[in-house]
């Protein structure tokens, strides 16, 4: 038995032996790294000379303020319930991360903090963005909100981005939060496929300027945003803009857009979620499926909006899959004579939303028999 023992111990010193993190590759330690939150796996460049930069390769650095930040109400603390000795934390945090990010090798950071909370760091807070703004990455993600956004957040100052260049080589994807977005004098996104706005706040002169800046943008998403009263979004023909979604965006005082209208003949697929009270749509030759969610209620319709829907229909019926809600039901069956010249052709109708009245659906099944030469499901 005493041997057998000896034999055991001599076998767990060996496998204890094996696994030495010092004898691993670093591809396998990056990997094992990318698992912690970048605050941890910052914390092993401590651990000897070796760890000391390893953690600047792993595929995602995550500057959240969340990590260090707890809220509470105690009297010692802020109006905002921010312990400033935690801020100054992800403050240091944030620095160190500067320190190093000219020798980064990462796809990906996201920086995420409250900026009206990092009053007495502003200048500190300006450097990070513009340090994450222009770092070598392929994704940039930064919220300037630190938390759920409510609409009572689109009321206070949004913070403008610095006047400086994005890196206009590697960046593909660009994801931004609460803040006000200006178009980038002398400067293009080569590379850009995708951007994600939320809560940001643009003019249809930034949004044509960010299409027309970036030759390889292929998706654009704008949900809860701040856009002008009469918003025009266009592109030129050689624009490769495919996909686009405008989700419930306002214009100041939360109040819903006067007119809108687009003209991106790359398109292949559109959706709107909101109240709308002008839409016109041109050029959209190569759409494939649209979809209007038209969350206005009936009240009584004018005959502006009953021609809206016509010019509406007649911009659309090329496309082979077109989604509406039940309001444009509504419209269509209280003022039937505007709709019945247009002519859909191959296409697959979607409705959705409460629609309860039968002789509404009644008129719907003949209309479209009558309007759609090869229409496919309905």
């Known amino acids: ?22 004898d691993l590759p670093d591809s396998i330690l990056c990997h094992i790294l990318s698992y912690l939150p970048t605050k941890e796996a910052m914390m092993t460049s401590f651990l000897s000379k070796g760890w000391g930069s390893l953690w600047t390769s792993i595929p995602l650095i995550d500057l959240d303020e969340r990590q260090f930040i707890g809220r509470t109400r105690n009297l010692k603390h802020n109006v905002s319930g921010v312990n400033f000795q935690q801020q100054k934390k992800f403050s240091d945090f944030v620095e160190r991360f500067i320190d190093f990010h000219g020798g980064l090798n990462v796809p990906e950071i996201r920086l995420r903090f409250d900026v009206g909370s990092y009053l007495k760091f502003s ?28 609409w009572s957040d689109m009321n206070k100052n949004m913070y403008t981005l610095p006047s ?85 965006c306002v214009t100041p005082g939360h109040k819903f857009i006067e007119h809108f209208s687009i003209n991106i003949p790359s398109l292949q697929s559109f959706k709107f979620k909101g109240i709308i009270n002008d839409f016109s749509v041109k050029n959209l030759r190569n759409l494939i499926d649209a979809e209007i969610d038209e969350q206005n209620e009936y009240n009584g319709f004018e005959d502006r909006e009953y021609r809206m829907v016509c010019e509406l229909f007649n911009g659309l019926g090329h496309v082979q899959v077109l989604t509406l809600s039940s309001w444009f039901l509504e419209v269509c069956f209280l003022f039937a004579c505007f709709v019945r010249s247009v002519v859909f052709n191959q296409i697959q109708f979607m409705f959705h939303g409460n629609c309860y009245e039968p002789r509404i659906w009644q008129w719907l099944m003949c209309f479209h028999l009558l309007n759609s030469t090869h229409i496919e499901t309905l």
């Open 1 to 22: 038995m005493e041997d057998n023992s000896g034999e055991q111990r001599m076998k767990l010193q060996r496998t204890s032996k094996d696994v030495d993190f010092s």
């Open 123 to 150: 200048s500190r807070a300006e450097r990070w963005v513009r340090t994450v703004m222009t770092t070598d990455v392929t994704a940039i993600d930064i919220d300037f909100s630190g938390k759920s956004l409510d």
């Open 164 to 248: 400086c260049g994005f890196p206009s080589r590697s960046l593909t994807a660009l994801r931004l939060r609460f803040c006000e977005f200006k178009p980038l004098q002398n400067n293009s996104f080569v590379s850009l496929q995708t951007v994600s706005l939320t809560a940001v706040k643009v003019s249809d002169s930034s949004v044509n300027a960010l299409i027309c800046d970036s030759p390889c943008l292929e998706n654009l998403h704008l949900e809860c945003c701040y856009v002008p009263n009469s918003f025009h979004v266009e592109a030129p023909a050689s624009s490769h803009l495919k996909f686009m979604v405008v989700d419930n």
